[in-house]
């Protein structure tokens, strides 16, 4: 009869990653102009979607002229003018802030217009490309309402009306923007893609 021996298991050691990368991100050294107050960074934030409105101003008409649905041509064209009035309504969230309208190379702009061009790249003229360039319209536009939403936020606890309205309404055509990129890539679209 065989006899079963049986190993002790050591216990498991634990990790310690997690504790080990806060106190890394804590010990992370600011950069000389950073952010020392809510009002600082609600600036800075400011200054990033500004120049994100900006830069989205320059590649949606190549969003359009490569869209073959007369429906998504309409939508981005639509988008244009509301997005031609969101840097109306930062420059006068600056103006409110006695400051002067600054944009800020925003990272995450940037790379989400970079992987739109990428789609449109990558796929033939006609349903799929459409599909693609939906995508890529809702990426920008959910990126657009959480910057909105934050900074509607800030401008609330920091009593800036004026910036605040702007903010918010800015932040209703967004909503809007992107449930009407949802119902035109529901309505067949992403079928013929299919």
Request: charged share 35%; glycine share 4%; aromatic share 4%.
């Amino acid at each position: 009869m065989e006899t079963k021996t049986a190993t002790k298991k050591s216990p498991a050691k634990k990790t310690t990653t997690a504790k080990t990368s806060a106190k890394a991100s804590a010990k992370t050294p600011a950069k000389k102009n950073a952010a020392k107050q809510l009002e600082d960074l609600f600036e800075d934030s400011l200054k990033d979607i500004y120049w994100a409105e900006k830069a989205l101003l320059k590649a949606l008409p190549t969003m359009m002229k490569n869209a073959t649905s007369e429906k998504l041509k309409t939508a981005i064209d639509k988008h244009i003018t509301e997005t031609e009035g969101h840097v109306e309504r930062l420059e006068e969230c600056f103006k409110a802030l006695g400051k002067k309208a600054q944009a800020k190379k925003c990272d995450a702009m940037q790379g989400l217009l970079d992987e739109g061009k990428s789609i449109i790249e990558e796929t033939e003229p006609g349903a799929v490309r459409d599909a693609g360039i939906i995508a890529a319209a809702q990426k920008v536009e959910h990126y657009e309402i959480a910057t909105y939403g934050t900074l509607a936020a800030f401008a609330k606890v920091l009593k800036e009306e004026e910036c605040l309205k702007n903010l918010l309404s800015t932040l209703e055509e967004e909503k809007k923007c992107d449930e009407l990129l949802t119902k035109v890539a529901d309505t067949n679209l992403n079928s013929k893609a299919k």
